[in-house]
């Protein structure tokens, strides 16, 4: 969501190119099944005439709740969206040619088949549309929020694409699909507005990793390129020095929950119902967190080796914050405890076995064993706790 007003010519980019071409068709009218979907509200959503499918009566929001981030529909242009470019992906070699050991990429594997989606080419764009292991997925992340995410775009049995509304909600992404023009928190991958209100999509794992380490994961994998066509300033930060902020930005209007700094990152889930968010500041000092929620046990991993998307203009110069990820830690039949040596390196304590962040045994006993992630991401501390007031946060 490139939504800063302050950086300048940014509109003039987003507003150029195929991404508006829809902006130019005749008014119409929403399909509404109610008479007046929005009361007397003063600031009702932009680009009305757009929205010709959308039925602004089915909602489980407050449309107060809804601001405009300034772009029109796909005035930050998704990939793979009818009308827009596909994405293209290359080798490991060749993206080396422009992405260093730790450029932060959204690694997702599918059915053996894995591909990197760089947060240079993201930050710009938003959503990818793309299938992976014969799975149709869309690729998000909202630079506001911090918050990469993947969902499989089966419905039922329709297929969705989906594009950038222009809209934001607790400073978040609001997408859109193609078929039934339907609004999508991308926090929640839940339908908020339209036919689809109240529809979930399937979150698919991820990780946010350094580009060298899904490398050495995946060294078949396949790496999304910066042919699109769109001519960005890929691998330049549009939002410079964000993560160093004391507040978001004034899109997000909510009061933020003081239990930690508004844009401290955490890892975030939902864990048999409950919400648990583990500071990023207590992961970069432990490596590992053991904990369990409910009757699960997990485990938090924690390793360097990643760039932050948020905070020099240039974003291959910009600190290492880490990679983390949850898992279960039941692996065939017992329950194993994990810790980290001084060198960062973590093992388990039944076997020594050695791990790494993806979750995977890289060497001892139990060598080539995979832990299951479990749906967690790294998120703005302000965002998680926006969308679940209720959450627990893990302290040392």
Same mark, same amino acid.
């Given at each position: ?15 150029? #190119?195929? *991404? ?13 099944? $109610? ?10 959503? &932009?680009?009305?005439?757009? @929205?010709?499918?959308?039925?602004? $009566?089915?909602?489980? !929001? ?6 405009? #981030? ?5 005035? !930050?242009?998704?990939? #793979? ?16 040619? +422009? ?7 959204? /690694? ?33 992340? $909202?630079?506001? $929020? ?6 499989? &775009? ?6 969705? *694409? ?13 997408? +859109?699909?193609? =078929?039934?023009?339907? @609004? +999508? ?36 994998? =396949? ?8 001519? &960005? ?13 004391? &507040? ?36 970069? =000092? ?31 110069? *910009?600190?290492? !914050?880490?990679?983390? *990820? ?28 050695? @791990?790494? /962040?993806?979750?995977? /045994? ?5 060598? #080539? ?7 967690? /991401?790294?998120?703005? @501390? ?15």
């Amino acid at each position: 969501m490139l939504y800063r007003r302050i950086l300048s010519g940014v509109l003039v980019l987003l507003l150029g #190119g195929l *991404a508006l071409s829809a902006l130019t068709a005749q008014a119409v009218h929403a399909q509404l099944s $109610c008479d007046n979907p929005f009361g007397g509200l003063e600031n009702q959503p &932009r680009n009305l005439n757009f @929205w010709d499918k959308t039925d602004f $009566c089915q909602t489980s !929001i407050d449309y107060s709740e809804v601001l405009s #981030g300034g772009p029109p529909p796909n005035g !930050i242009p998704p990939l #793979g969206f009818p009308g827009l470019p596909d994405p293209t992906f290359e080798s490991i070699v060749d993206a080396q040619s +422009w992405l260093v050991d730790e450029s932060p990429v959204i /690694a997702v594997e599918i059915n053996d088949e894995a591909r990197a989606y760089p947060l240079a080419i993201l930050i710009w764009h938003e959503i990818v549309n793309d299938t992976l292991g014969d799975v149709p997925v869309a690729v998000t992340f $909202c630079p506001l $929020c911090n918050s990469s995410l993947v969902f499989d &775009r089966h419905v039922g049995d329709s297929v969705l *694409a989906f594009g950038t509304t222009g809209n934001l909600r607790n400073s978040d992404l609001i997408m +859109w699909d193609d =078929q039934t023009q339907s @609004w +999508w928190q991308q926090f929640t991958g839940e339908g908020i507005v339209g036919a689809y209100t109240g529809t979930q999509l399937e979150l698919i794992p991820s990780q946010v990793v350094g580009f060298s380490q899904f490398a050495a994961q995946y060294p078949d994998g =396949q790496v999304l390129t910066r042919d699109t066509t769109f001519g &960005r300033d890929y691998g330049i930060n549009p939002y410079p020095d964000y993560d160093t902020r004391s &507040r978001p930005y004034s899109f997000f209007t909510s009061e933020i929950d003081d239990r930690l700094p508004a844009l401290e990152r955490v890892l975030a889930g939902v864990i048999g119902g409950q919400p648990v968010a583990y500071p990023f500041s207590v992961l970069a =000092q432990t490596f590992v967190i053991d904990d369990t929620v409910g009757e699960q046990d997990i485990v938090a991993f924690w390793q360097p080796g990643v760039k932050s998307a948020l905070g020099d203009t240039v974003m291959d110069n *910009a600190q290492d !914050i880490g990679t983390a *990820a949850l898992f279960s830690r039941a692996l065939d039949g017992q329950t194993l405890t994990f810790t980290a040596d001084e060198n960062g390196v973590i093992h388990d304590a039944e076997t020594g076995s050695t @791990w790494n /962040a993806f979750g995977t /045994a890289v060497a001892g006993e139990l060598s #080539g064993s995979q832990l299951r992630q479990l749906s967690a /991401a790294p998120h703005f @501390w302000f965002a998680w706790s926006a969308f679940h007031p209720d959450t627990s946060v893990y302290a040392e």
